[in-house]
Every structure is written in C-alpha cells, then in structure tokens.
C-alpha cells in the first residue's frame, strides 16, 4: 500500500516532471567537462526519473520491483557507459545524488511534515540507487581493465618470421605463468601456419632470469618440441649467464646463444643455408 508521503512527494516529482528533468541533466551537464551533452543526459535520465516516481507512487520496497526493472536496467546502462567514457566512481554516483538537491529546491516551498517525510523516502532510495549505480560501474571497470590487460599481453608477445622455417618471439618485460600461456600458443599456432621447425626465443628484454623464468621458458621448449621444431634461446647477457650459473638452472641440450643475431645464424645453418660475406 502507498503511504501517503511517498504518495506526496511522487506528486510532486510527477507534477514538475519536465522542470526537475531539465534542471537534473543541466546540473550534470556542468560537472561533466564536455563528455556529454545535456540532450544526451535527458534522453538517458528520464527513463530513469520516471522508474524513481513509479517506485515512490508504488509504495514498494528494493530496487527489485517489478515497478523498477526497466529503469534500474537503464541506470546499470548509464553506468557502464561512463566507465567507458571515462567518467570517475564519484562522478558516476554524483549523477544520482544529484537529483536529491534538484528536487530539494523544487519543493522549498512545501514545508510540510508529509512532504518532508517524502523527501527522505526519495534520499533513502537515491542512496539505494547510487550504491547500486556504484557496483555496476565497479563491475564494468574491472572488465575493461581485464580485457585491455589481456590486450596488452597478446601485443607484448609477437611471434614474427625471420627467415623461411625459422620463427622468432621477442620477450620484453617479465615473464609469468599467463605470460607463457600466451607466448606458448601463439608459438604453437605460427609453428602449424608457416611449417617452421626452428624457432628462436629471444630474452634480451627480460629483466632478469631466475627459477620461475628458467621453467617457463622450458616449458615453451617442450611444447615447441613437441610439434616437431628445435628452440634457441638468445639473448643470454653476462648478467643473466651468472644468475643462471649461481641457481644451478640447467637448460640442457637446449642451444643458447648471446644474441638474436648469433641465434639466427645458427638456425639457418641448421637448415642448411650458408651464409657468407660477399667478396667484393
């Protein structure tokens, strides 16, 4: 059943509808530094504005109203648009705190105790709104960043072609348990697309090489092998030869080589193409 300060302050909001709108999206507008227009802003708030009046004249209770599906929908919408635009949690949040001074203003001039009451109702619920307007966006962020780290990664380890049947990844930056994955299948899947059976692993970008390191490198080795191609390890600084020496890492029959360079040589040898300086 509707009580009757909700009911009043529903009135209200229904009666000013345009007004409160308009100066909502205005107030917004303000804060947004260009990001978005004010059309733009009524075109998504009033759908949410409505949902707001529907749920006060309704005298239900949560943000799980079958009165509030619509407009909550909408308000997740919003959210996830200003984690896209760029837009802070706070800024996000403010979009609907905001109505609470909008429609404190609207109503000055009502000081009863019914419509007092209906304001709180209203604050009550634009909380409700904010927190919720809050998680969604939290949500959102959390899968740009994922998706941008994961394209990132796949940027950070490219697999290109030196030389017919000789492929080449260029490490730089540290090497984990994700990273490998990555480097593994995109070895893998170049191995299959171009037939080569040498591949070359440059570390020359790799900070430093210690246990961890060393095992996923070989695991990428063993995988290689596994389809059918030999590895060379380049890239084995003084630095990196040392701390290899002193952790007592063994890369077995594994070639190594100091640089990318000496580690092509190699394969193509390997594959029995000379190389030789021409005379002039």
Known sequence: ???????????????????????????????????????????????????????????????????????????????????????????????????????????????????????????????????????????????????????????????VKLWDGIVAVPLVGTLDSARTQVVTEKLLETLVETGSEHAIIDITGVPSVDTQVAQHLLKTVVAARLMGAECIISGIRPQIAQTVVALGIEFGDIATKATLADALITALRSSGVVVARKAN
Do not use: C
Request: proline share 3%.
């Open 1 to 159: 059943m509707t009580q009757p300060h909700a009911a009043r302050i529903a009135g209200i909001l229904r009666a000013q509808r345009d007004q409160i709108i308009s100066q909502w999206s205005q107030v917004i507008a303000s804060t947004s530094r260009g990001r978005i227009t004010t059309a733009e802003l009524h075109s998504e708030l009033t759908p949410i504005y409505d949902g707001i009046v529907a749920r006060l004249d309704g005298g239900q209770s949560g943000l799980r109203d079958d009165q509030f599906v619509e407009a909550r929908a909408m308000l997740a919408e919003l959210s996830r648009n200003r984690a896209r635009q760029g837009f802070s949690p706070s800024e996000t949040a403010a979009s609907v705190f905001a109505l609470k001074q909008v429609v404190t203003d609207a109503t000055a001039g009502d000081a009863d105790t019914e419509t007092v009451l209906g304001l709180l109702a209203l604050s009550r619920l634009l909380d409700d709104l904010g927190l919720f307007t809050f998680e969604t966006y939290a949500e959102t962020r959390e899968r740009i960043i994922a998706a941008q780290a994961e394209e990132l990664l796949e940027l950070s380890t490219p697999v």
